[in-house]
């Protein structure tokens, strides 16, 4: 709780739109859920480059996937790809983890390769989701913060 205290705390000081502000962080947690691991930084700053977006709230967004988030999020987003594209997501659980060496990679193939369209897919729609849902409620967070200072 305390991160998100400081990660709404840090949507609030930066000085631009709440539309901008808002689209940045969703764009941010659309990247979260991006299924290409190891390029969320980069992307997040190559987007608020190019279409000159707040790269603090691009990043925020962005560092939502990180160590302790990211198997339950792309978790979710496989299980829902399974269920949109009719896949059984009985197998996610065949790998067989005490083999070692090529066995090991073999099983960890054969397991997963099944589900390599789910992962894409449902993190894909789960992060447009999240990101709309999130742009609403940043959004409506930070016109909220500004009326009292425009009645004043």
């Known amino acids: 709780m305390r991160r998100l205290r400081q990660v709404a705390h840090l949507l ?7 539309h901008r502000t808002a689209l940045a962080f969703a764009l941010g947690v659309f990247i979260a859920f991006f299924p290409i691991l190891g390029i969320h930084t980069g992307l997040a700053l190559l987007i608020a ?3 000159r977006l707040s790269r603090l709230a691009l ?3 962005c560092w939502v996937n990180n160590p302790w988030t990211i198997a339950p999020m792309y978790t979710a987003g496989t299980l ?3 269920a949109l ?3 059984p997501s009985e ?3 065949s790998v067989r983890w005490d083999l ?10 054969h397991g997963l390769w099944p589900y390599v ?4 897919v449902g993190n894909l729609v789960l992060g447009a989701f999240c990101a709309a849902l999130v742009y609403g409620l940043v959004r409506s967070a930070l016109l909220r913060r500004q009326q009292p200072a425009a009645h004043a």
């Open 100 to 109: 070692s060496g090529d066995a090991f990679y073999a099983s960890l193939w």
């Open 80 to 82: 829902l790809g399974c």
């Open 49 to 51: 480059f190019v279409f």
């Open 12 to 18: 609030l000081r930066i000085e631009d739109s709440p």
């Open 117 to 120: 369209m789910p992962y894409i």
């Open 85 to 87: 594209l009719g896949v």
């Open 91 to 93: 197998g996610l659980g």
């Open 59 to 61: 990043l925020a967004g």
